[in-house]
């Protein structure tokens, strides 16, 4: 049974969502605040996080990236603004995906159940052979996960890894943000496209050894993206 951390200092909000989520079979824990949230989620055991971002004391982006530093799992952000320098920053600091209020509990449980069924298929790895891509000193071990740029490993977030992974698998293809998202998010209707070039924009900050001449992942203005062999 997958369990999840609901972070919400709205009550009457989280109980909804927990007593849905449970209806499908989840286990659910709410903290009412954000350093609540921290200490349970340092604990650890969690197989998915939905994080208010206006939380009093420690606030979403910041439970976001302390979380991040230690664990590779879905995070949902839930937030009441629909400004888009919000969800850039939430992207940014390694969430999966983001949901502005109001929502349908039916929303909710279909994003968890998408991340949550990427994430497992992804993970998957136990007795399948090692897989390493290498090009121009960029090395991608797909059963361990990590990354390597000239022999120096690199921190990704899942998210990023995927995106990297799945483009350097496709060289030389150009790709759509729809389609990206459509690949790497498992989602057509839901979330933001934008959400692929905050993406791109993180990876070339860490594997590029020049930002404004990439060699490894190229944009194809009007069109998309594309992985350079």
Same mark, same amino acid.
């Not at 060289?171 to 459509?182: A, G, H, M, T, Y």
């Given at each position: 049974?997958?369990?999840?951390?609901?972070?919400?200092?709205?009550?009457?909000?989280?109980?909804?969502?927990?007593?849905?989520?449970?209806?499908?079979?989840?286990?659910?824990?709410?903290?009412?605040?954000?350093?609540?949230?921290?200490?349970?989620?340092?604990?650890?055991?969690?197989?998915?996080?939905?994080?208010?971002?206006?939380?009093?004391?420690?606030?979403?982006?910041?439970?976001?990236?302390?979380?991040?530093?230690?664990?590779?799992?879905?995070?949902?952000?839930?937030?009441?603004?629909?400004?888009?320098?919000?969800?850039?920053?939430?992207?940014?600091?390694?969430?999966?995906?983001?949901?502005?209020?109001?929502?349908?509990?039916?929303?909710?449980?279909?994003? &968890?159940?998408?991340?949550?069924?990427? +994430?497992?298929? /992804? %993970?998957?790895?136990?007795?399948?052979? @090692?897989? $390493?891509?290498?090009?121009?000193?960029?090395?991608?071990?797909?059963?361990?996960?990590?990354?390597?740029?000239?022999?120096?490993? &690199?921190?990704?977030?899942?998210?990023? +890894?995927?995106? /990297? %992974?799945?483009?350097?698998?496709?060289? @030389?293809? $150009?790709?759509?943000?729809?389609?990206?998202?459509?690949?790497?998010?498992?989602?057509?209707?839901?979330?933001?496209?934008?959400? &692929?070039?905050?993406?791109?924009?993180?990876?070339?900050?860490?594997?590029?050894?020049?930002?404004?001449?990439?060699?490894?992942?190229?944009?194809?203005?009007?069109?998309?993206?594309?992985?350079?062999?």
């Amino acid at each position: 049974m997958n369990k999840i951390l609901i972070v919400e200092d709205d009550i009457s909000i989280a109980e909804l969502e927990k007593d849905y989520l449970e209806l499908s079979s989840f286990e659910v824990q709410i903290a009412g605040d954000g350093e609540t949230g921290w200490e349970l989620a340092r604990q650890g055991g969690f197989d998915l996080y939905i994080l208010d971002v206006m939380l009093p004391g420690l606030d979403g982006f910041e439970l976001l990236s302390r979380i991040r530093q230690t664990q590779d799992v879905p995070i949902l952000l839930v937030t009441a603004k629909k400004d888009d320098i919000d969800k850039i920053r939430g992207l940014g600091l390694g969430a999966d995906d983001y949901i502005t209020k109001p929502f349908s509990p039916g929303e909710l449980l279909a994003r &968890v159940k998408a991340h949550l069924g990427r +994430y497992d298929r /992804l %993970t998957g790895v136990q007795g399948v052979r @090692n897989e $390493v891509i290498e090009i121009r000193g960029l090395k991608i071990d797909r059963t361990a996960r990590r990354v390597w740029v000239n022999g120096e490993e &690199v921190s990704l977030t899942g998210r990023e +890894y995927e995106l /990297l %992974t799945f483009l350097a698998m496709n060289p @030389n293809r $150009v790709f759509s943000k729809q389609e990206l998202f459509k690949n790497i998010w498992g989602m057509e209707s839901m979330g933001d496209v934008a959400t &692929v070039t905050v993406h791109i924009k993180k990876i070339r900050e860490k594997i590029e050894l020049n930002i404004s001449r990439p060699q490894y992942i190229e944009t194809i203005w009007g069109v998309g993206y594309r992985f350079r062999m």
